[in-house]
């Protein structure tokens, strides 16, 4: 396992762009997936966007052509890169880390955003 500690949110206007980051503990060069999750007010948590070892990313229907997620291993930290921000991003955004030797994922504590119309 790993701990992750994240960044970046804050309180933007709709159109703007913030960049998240979540940095881990130890080396993530090798852990299986990394995610970004988020849950918005009175909602489920939902996943955003996923990036694994290889560098394949996945994202959801939601935020395809506006997010970018990456992975910076020699500094031990995902990235997620939010543009044209709407106010349904609005929601505590989460990093997520698992490796299939692992018993239980890792979870950051999260960051506000907040899109104003």
């Known amino acids: 396992q790993v701990q992750l500690v994240e960044s970046g949110g804050g309180l933007v206007q709709a159109g703007e762009s913030l960049r998240l980051s979540c940095i881990a503990s130890?080396?993530?060069?090798?852990?299986?997936?990394m995610a970004w999750y988020r849950q918005p007010p009175g909602k489920q948590r939902e996943l955003v966007a996923s990036?694994?070892?290889?560098?394949?990313?996945n994202y959801e229907d939601f935020v395809k052509g506006r997010f970018v997620i990456s992975r910076d291993n020699p500094n031990n930290t995902l990235y997620l890169r939010m543009n044209g921000l709407k106010p349904e991003d609005t929601a505590v955004y989460s990093c997520?880390?698992?490796?299939?030797?692992?018993?239980?994922?890792?979870w950051g504590q999260g960051t506000q955003v907040t899109v104003s119309s």
């Open positions: 997520y880390a698992f490796s299939s030797h692992w018993l239980r994922a890792s």
């Open positions: 130890s080396s993530i060069s090798n852990i299986d997936v």
């Open positions: 990036a694994t070892s290889d560098n394949v990313k």
